[in-house]
């Protein structure tokens, strides 16, 4: 079959990701971007400008509109009646003279039967189109930016000392992570020439690995790179190998393709094989040492990332977490430190995995996820109030090509 890969493990298929953030309100509709053909779309936030009924109508129909196998959508600090709390408090100074119903505007994407709408949660998304490509992956979506001192406050932002209990909550089998704030030092430079990413959020994505991240919120960021993470150096934390920037080749009228296929002469294939993701032990690491992981799952999804303890962050209450049926997490060996009794700062570190500052948790049968692939989807380029040349200028999409398993061989169904 076309576009098909036969390996070890299960059959990957290309799967095709349309990525966008921050409209700000613009849309196919209104011709300020075209939507290339895909399997899946993915939007990292800030649809709206202030969040009302109004603008999230517009936003809600013409991504119903669209044609995709699968439509991930979060929300963004702009968004700020679909944080319920947030406009509870802060509503007033923005729609003083016409409150809006946040349970309404809510229900346009949580309701929706062909939107995926994530507040802080993953989901395990099954592609189903018979014209499809039948993959299947783990995603996780936030809506969460860090909160900016010297700015009046926006929806969905959370204070430094609660960052470390925020995305610990990413589950470690998760394949895409997508969040409106980038990670620190990655697409989040801003046009002060300041990193406005999560440093926090940067250690949490060594820790995961995930194939993809998507994120948005700093317009003049827009990009793509690909992360190799070090996991063979002990006593530092979240270190990379390495990383590579993508150069955009689509010019005035092709297409902004990230391809991680290794079919085309642009990019090799992506070095991750999603190891861990679905229980498979990881019997070698070409790096620094080898390690043998035959550890038997012991947690369920429901111990490993929705514990009592993180229902909230400070003031900031987060979604219940859906119960996804995610794949187990090997345990730990007897021998080692369990990773929760380890101070933060040690999270992240590599190394030889009996020691005890090692993140065991995170390295333990997932030797395989050496690379992550970076997408800021920002679609608006300017900023308010957008007083440069031209007023406001548009991104095009960033559409990333990534071979994920076939879902229905474990059940014989293909």
Not at 13 to 27: A, G, I, L, M, P
Not at 314 to 321: E, I, K, R
Request: glycine letters at 10%; a negative charge; proline letters at 8%.
């Amino acid at each position: 079959m076309a576009g098909q890969w036969q390996h070890d493990g299960p059959t990957l298929r290309k799967t095709r990701f349309v990525c966008v953030s921050d409209t700000h309100n613009s849309s196919p509709l209104t011709g300020a971007f075209k939507l290339p053909r895909g399997d899946v779309l993915i939007h990292a936030g800030d649809m709206s400008n202030q969040g009302s009924l109004s603008e999230l109508q517009r936003t809600a129909e013409w991504l119903e509109k669209v044609d995709f196998d699968a439509k991930i959508v979060v929300a963004g600090n702009h968004d700020i009646t679909l944080d319920r709390d947030f406009y509870a408090e802060h509503g007033a100074y923005f729609h003083n003279q016409h409150p809006q119903d946040p349970d309404k505007c809510l229900a346009l994407f949580a309701d929706s039967p062909s939107i995926t709408y994530l507040s802080h949660e993953p989901r395990t998304i099954r592609l189903t189109s018979a014209t499809g490509p039948h993959t299947t992956f783990t995603i996780f979506g936030s809506p969460y930016s860090p909160a900016t001192p010297a700015r009046p406050p926006w929806a969905f932002t959370y204070p430094p000392a609660s960052a470390t209990q925020l995305w610990s909550q990413i589950p470690l089998a998760t394949d895409i992570v997508v969040t409106h704030t980038p990670a620190k030092t990655h697409l989040d430079e801003t046009r002060g020439r300041r990193a406005a990413g999560c440093e926090v959020l940067r250690g949490a994505l060594w820790r995961v690995r995930p194939r993809l991240f998507v994120c948005g919120h700093v317009h003049e960021a827009r990009g793509a790179e690909r992360v190799q993470w070090d996991l063979g150096t002990r006593n530092v934390a979240g270190k990379e190998a390495g990383r590579r920037a993508w150069v955009d080749p689509a010019g005035v009228k092709g297409l902004s393709l990230v391809d991680l296929t290794g079919r085309s002469d642009a990019w090799e294939r992506l070095d991750n094989d999603g190891s861990g993701g679905r229980g498979a032990a990881e019997s070698s690491y070409d790096g620094d040492y080898a390690y043998q992981a035959p550890y038997a799952a012991s947690f369920t999804s429901s111990e490993l990332f929705t514990p009592s303890s993180l229902t909230s962050i400070g003031t900031f209450p987060l979604s219940a977490t859906s119960q996804p049926s995610l794949p187990p997490t090997p345990s730990l060996p007897s021998t080692t430190e369990p990773t929760e009794s380890l101070p933060p700062s040690t999270l992240g570190q590599g190394g030889i995995l009996p020691s005890g500052r090692c993140d065991n948790e995170a390295l333990a049968g997932r030797l395989g996820r050496r690379e992550t692939c970076i997408v800021n989807a920002a679609i608006m380029a300017s900023s308010w109030p957008h007083k440069g040349a031209g007023g406001k200028r548009f991104n095009k999409p960033v559409v990333v090509d990534l071979e994920l398993p076939v879902w229905g061989e474990e059940e014989g169904e293909e």
